[in-house]
């Protein structure tokens, strides 16, 4: 049962590009959930997504920003006109139902470099 | 001052010592984890805590609901131990999860 799966990992932009990071979740979970870890600073809540819906984007910034769950294929947190300040690790997590209510299963990461 | 505090940040060890990392909190939860990330690695659960200590292995993590404080225990610590670990909670969402800074920990041979 293959874990949480993101990519890329590895993902290098130049200012005012798009970035599109992937998240598949596990087998049998439908909800996700995107992290970001700025350098030095811990992780912070951006979206929550069931298939086809989004629960809540109180953390995404108003703008460049846009997450999608279809329903057929991985979730899509795209970042449009990416600026330096996007540079940051995100994390994909999933669960089976509606929130954590037993172990967290993350994803290894995709890490953004904008040049 | 963030609502969950990590205690050092950074922390260096000799192999074989007894470590100690600190979570303290301000919100009102439903459970706690305890999280570790290797450099440039995912992210691995190793904990999830709503009451009293639980162990695996040489790890050992407690709980105090009442003080609102937590640590993760590391008995005859390895460099292989050398990773951020990551104290989080779960307060009144179950998804909105709280993340204190990380503790670097690095175990020199």
């Known amino acids: 049962n293959a874990g949480v799966m993101q990519n890329p990992r590895h993902l290098v932009r130049r200012r005012g590009q798009e970035a599109r990071l992937r998240c598949s979740p596990m087998?049998?979970?439908?909800?996700v959930y995107w992290y970001r870890q700025l350098p030095e600073e811990g992780l912070k809540f951006m979206v929550y997504?069931?298939?086809?819906?989004?629960?809540?984007e109180s953390g995404m910034p108003k703008e460049r920003f846009s997450a999608e769950f279809p329903k057929e294929g991985p979730s899509i947190l795209r970042i449009q006109q990416v600026v330096r300040g996007d540079s940051a690790a995100y994390f994909c997590?999933?669960?089976?139902?509606?929130?954590?209510?037993?172990?967290?299963?993350f994803g290894e990461g995709s890490r953004l470099t904008v040049l | 001052k963030n609502e969950v505090e990590q205690s050092p940040q950074n922390l260096t060890a000799q192999e074989g010592e007894f470590i100690t990392i600190n979570c303290s909190y301000s919100?009102?939860?439903?459970?706690l984890h305890w999280l570790q990330q290797h450099p440039g690695g995912g992210i691995v659960s190793l904990f999830m805590?709503?009451?009293g200590k639980k162990k695996h292995g040489r790890l050992i993590a407690t709980i105090n609901i009442q003080e609102k404080h937590s640590s993760l225990h590391i008995t005859a610590s390895h460099p292989r131990d050398s990773a951020v670990y990551i104290c989080?909670?779960?307060?009144?969402?179950?998804?909105?999860?709280?993340f204190g800074k990380g503790t670097l920990l690095t175990v020199n041979p």
């Open positions: 997504l069931q298939k086809e819906n989004i629960i809540d």
């Open positions: 919100v009102g939860i439903s459970a």
């Open positions: 087998k049998g979970h439908s909800h």
């Open positions: 997590a999933s669960s089976p139902s509606g929130g954590f209510t037993g172990e967290l299963f």
């Open positions: 989080t909670v779960r307060g009144g969402s179950n998804y909105k999860l709280t």
């Open positions: 805590l709503s009451s």
